[in-house]
T-cell receptor, first 110, second 112 residues
Framework: NAGVTQTPKFRVLKTGQSMTLLCAQDMNHEYMYWYRQDPGMGLRLIHYSVGEGTTAKGEVPDGYNVSRLKKQNFLLGLESAAPSQTSVYFC?????????FGQGTRLTVV | EDKVVQSPLSLVVHEGDTVTLNCSYEVTNFRSLLWYKQEKKAPTFLFMLTSSGIEKKSGRLSSILDKKELFSILNITATQTGDSAVYLCACLYGGATNKLIFGTGTLLAVQP
């Protein structure tokens, strides 16, 4: 989707490795969200942010950390990856009238 | 715990049929309800509903919110094979949290 870019698109990690997923938006949206999507589980909220310098836990925050040092960027970190974190990760932004998703990151932890 | 429940879980129809997808919610500090369509990649935004009883329409798709009964419906008329997708409903909390919580979706298959 135009305006929300996720990096990387694909990644394979070994158990115990760390990585950071980047969500960048150029629409000046205040609200940003990180989700994971697993078969049969729908989209589950990991962490979210309602503005620069603020973050909050979602439904499934364990094993993840986030930072929003700049308004346009929302980073999702995995400090020590586990096979249970194999998933497709989506970033979303929100305004008062519409919402956008990034194109997703497919992460496999072996 | 706040929940967003969609029904049916899956649906198979033929081209030209009209379908109604349901989303019910149990949220405190409800602010808005959103509908998305997801094909093979990221969800795409369809509607955001904030006020009760006001229909939003886009082509063959329409949606309405009932804040008294805590549900929304998404209607698709004259369905086409290109409407085949997972339709997701999400609720935005208000207050201090501003969480956006999704239901598990309705898988719609439109057969020729």
């Amino acid at each position: 989707n135009a305006g929300v870019t996720q990096t990387p698109k694909f990644r394979v990690l070994k158990t115990g490795q760390s990585m950071t997923l980047l969500c960048a938006q150029d629409m000046n949206h205040e609200y940003m969200y990180w989700y994971r999507q697993d078969p049969g589980m729908g989209l589950r909220l990991i962490h979210y942010s309602v503005g620069e310098g603020t973050t909050a836990k979602g439904e499934v925050p364990d094993g993840y950390n986030v930072s929003r040092l700049k308004k346009q960027n929302f980073l999702l970190g995995l400090e020590s990856a586990a096979p249970s974190q194999t998933s497709v990760y989506f970033c979303a932004t929100l305004t008062f009238s519409e919402a956008f998703f990034g194109q997703g990151t497919r992460l496999t932890v072996v | 715990e706040d929940k967003v429940v969609q029904s049916p879980l899956s649906l198979v129809v033929h081209e030209g049929d009209t379908v109604t997808l349901n989303c019910s919610y149990e949220v405190t500090n409800f602010r808005s309800l959103l509908w998305y369509k997801q094909e093979k990649k990221a969800p795409t935004f369809l509607f955001m509903l904030t006020s009760s009883g006001i229909e939003k329409k886009s082509g063959r798709l329409s949606s309405i919110l009932d804040k008294k009964e805590l549900f929304s419906i998404l209607n698709i008329t004259a369905t086409q094979t290109g409407d085949s997708a997972v339709y997701l409903c999400a609720c935005l909390y208000g207050g201090a949290t501003n969480k956006l919580i999704f239901g598990t979706g309705t898988l719609l298959a439109v057969q020729p």
